[in-house]
């Protein structure tokens, strides 16, 4: 199955994304992240809870247990985290089937984050740092993020109305979308991908086209910028060069000027944690 997104959708996710100026994101029914609203990184406080207190797996597991049980449940919710913060979650249900995830946050209600991540912060000499990064998040009373989640349920239930999120079964493409997101590390030519769907290259580019909104050269770059960009966020020590190698670049600074062209930041920007600004709609959808 392959989760399609119509220009529309990601525009509502940017839009929303400003306007809380809060991280609003999509991900895939496997926890994966197809799309960030207005290119949101994750907020500074969670940077230092998961970077400097170690806690970047407590926080994927709290999650994925959320995912899950929104998913069981069939509902959108709100929770607190491990370290304080809300969150909201929708799963997204097309015809029955769930097709991944609305997520957004973070928010701050207390004054303070929890006790736990207080305690360990104190113990590695990083107090100063998770309180500034705790009062830079958005705050909001619990009444005001109950209605955020009422207005981010009428965007989903509008978005899934529209069919701005749509999947498509084992289709003619299912085969090539498959291999290349199974060998990001390669690049494949159009000549290529007609030859394995035995088609002719001015089919496949004008079919292809058609339904995802882009070519086969520009999908590819896509998909290895999103994942360049989960390798920064989650690996920063990893370096840049190494992650454009990874991903089929052997040149390291045309990497970083094709990461900045279709991101509108460079991997050292969002690297070193500073908040790029805000692309528009034509912009962040290529």
């Not at 119509?6 to 994304?17: A, C, E, I, T």
Request: charged share 20%.
């Amino acid at each position: 199955m392959q989760i399609v997104f119509q220009p529309k959708m990601k525009r509502l996710l940017d839009h929303f994304s400003v306007l809380f100026d809060s991280r609003i994101i999509y991900l895939t029914a496997e926890g994966r992240i197809l799309y960030s609203g207005s290119n949101q990184p994750n907020c500074a406080f969670c940077k230092v809870v998961q970077q400097q207190l170690g806690l970047l797996e407590t926080c994927r597991d709290w999650d994925k247990q959320m995912q899950q049980k929104a998913a069981r449940e069939k509902t959108t919710l709100t929770y607190c985290c491990h370290a304080g913060l809300y969150e909201i979650i929708r799963p997204v249900f097309v015809r029955n089937s769930l097709v991944g995830y609305i997520m957004m946050g973070q928010f701050r209600s207390a004054s303070e984050p929890s006790d736990t991540v207080k305690r360990l912060a104190r113990q590695k000499a990083a107090s100063d740092a998770l309180t500034a990064a705790y009062e830079s998040v958005p705050a909001f009373p619990l009444a005001k993020i109950a209605h955020i989640q009422q207005l981010l349920d009428a965007i989903a239930d509008y978005i899934i109305q529209c069919e701005f999120v749509t999947k498509t079964g084992r289709g003619e493409f299912d085969a090539l979308l498959s291999h290349i997101q199974a060998n990001p590390e390669a690049w494949l030519s159009l000549d290529a991908a007609a030859q394995m769907l035995c088609k002719s290259p001015s089919y496949v580019a004008h079919q292809f086209r058609e339904r995802y909104g882009c070519g086969v050269r520009h999908y590819q770059i896509q998909l290895k910028l999103q994942l360049a960009e989960e390798s920064l966020r989650q690996s920063p020590t990893l370096p840049v060069k190494t992650i454009a190698q990874r991903l089929g670049f052997e040149d390291a600074l045309y990497f970083s000027r094709l990461f900045k062209k279709y991101k509108g930041y460079s991997p050292t920007l969002l690297r070193h944690g500073q908040k790029p600004e805000p692309l528009t709609g034509g912009e962040a959808n290529g």
